[in-house]
């Protein structure tokens, strides 16, 4: 006989926050797409922001893997905490999860701050080398 997985308060926890973490990639991504068109229609086109454009996406590039691993990773292992072994277990766990995530993210600004010089030409070979000092600057 197949086995029913249970439902219950826990079931409905992990659905809600799986909700409210679509609802605050949604409106993150509306208020990115928002920020680029004020952008581009106070600025315009040129040098300057297409080497901002370029330094944005490679943050980002970076960035959101980690986002996305941490964010998948974490809400099983913390709805699964606060079942087992209370909130302030859970608590403890997410405070571990935060701090892990700003050390890498950290560690991977400082990184790409330092290679910034040889990353800037991979993602954005058709610069002048004013543009491409331009767009290395902000990374």
Do not use: C
Request: hydrophobic fraction near 60%; charge should be neutral.
């Amino acid at each position: 006989m197949d086995d029913v997985p249970a439902r219950g308060p826990g079931a409905r926890a992990l659905v809600s926050g799986t909700a409210l973490l679509l609802a605050a990639r949604l409106l993150t991504a509306a208020l990115a797409l928002v920020q680029t068109i004020l952008l581009a229609k106070t600025f315009g086109t040129s040098s300057a922001t297409d080497a901002y454009f370029v330094a944005s996406a490679v943050s980002l590039m970076f960035a959101g893997p980690i986002d996305a691993v941490l964010n998948l990773a974490f809400q099983p292992v913390y709805v699964h905490s606060v079942e087992s072994e209370g909130t302030a277990a859970a608590w403890r766990i997410a405070a571990g999860v935060f701090r892990a995530g700003l050390v890498a993210t950290g560690a991977l600004s400082l990184a790409i701050i330092a290679l910034s010089r040889w990353i800037s030409p991979l993602v954005a070979p058709g610069f002048d080398p004013a543009a491409m000092a331009q767009t290395a600057r902000p990374m």
